[in-house]
């Protein structure tokens, strides 16, 4: 699938291949975890680690029903980024690639009510499918959505000022434009902040990135530079598709 395809195979829910092929351990064909979600041990940690709120699970069974379900963050993850964010405090979020709105709806439910997460999609008939649900949680007001190219978004962000001031960004969109978010998201999150970005072991294909596949070099290729990258600390962790956690020094 060519790079640019995927901005636009998300943006009108028309995929040719399989996006997420296949996984590390386990067996399943639609999962995004590196531990298959036919596992047991998904199973096991499921069962002894989700605490999930009602409507965030309402809103994982109903996207699960979606064709494109699959591409819906992992709920453990989304646990851990929401118990990081917490965990330093966070007010302002940012969150790249919303999909039906489960992390948003996930970071909006754990921020104080001034809190505010800034919400970028560019296809708002997904994000139509989670809204009630942020409604019915009563955190709509929390949620700051932005129907857009993320790239616009975040330089408008910087624009109005904002450079420092956010606390958490996870970056979870086309993944061409991964470094150049993580760039911008790096600008606008303070320091002590956290970038998370999804997808880093891009189903066990940045293992061996193919010279035509783009998003798996540009996954790759920001996977190298994050090693050397002194701005920040990381942690490279096997949850979902893999996830980074840049901590900004
Ligand atoms: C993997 S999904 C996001 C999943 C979401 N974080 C969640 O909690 O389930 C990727 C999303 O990125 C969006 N997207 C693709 N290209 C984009 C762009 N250039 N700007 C903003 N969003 C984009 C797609 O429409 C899609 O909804």
Redesign the pocket.
Known sequence: MGTAM??VA??TGVLAGKRYPSIFFGASKSSKTVIGKDSPLWQYILDHSLREHPLLKKLRLL?LDHPWGR???SCDQ?QFMANLAKLIKAKKVI??????????L?MALILPDNGRVVA????ED?VNIGKPLWKEAGVEHKIDLRI????ETLEELLAAGEAETYDFA?I???KE?SNEYYEKCLRLVRKGGIIAI?NVLWSGKVLNPRKDDLATQSIHLLNEKLLRDARVNISMIPMGDGVTFAFKL
């Open positions: 995927l901005g998300f943006a996207t591409i819906m963050v989304a969150e790249i690639g919303v999909f039906t709105g489960y992390n948003t996930n970028c999609d560019i296809n997904y857009k190219p993320a790239s996870f979870d969109a086309d434009s999804d």
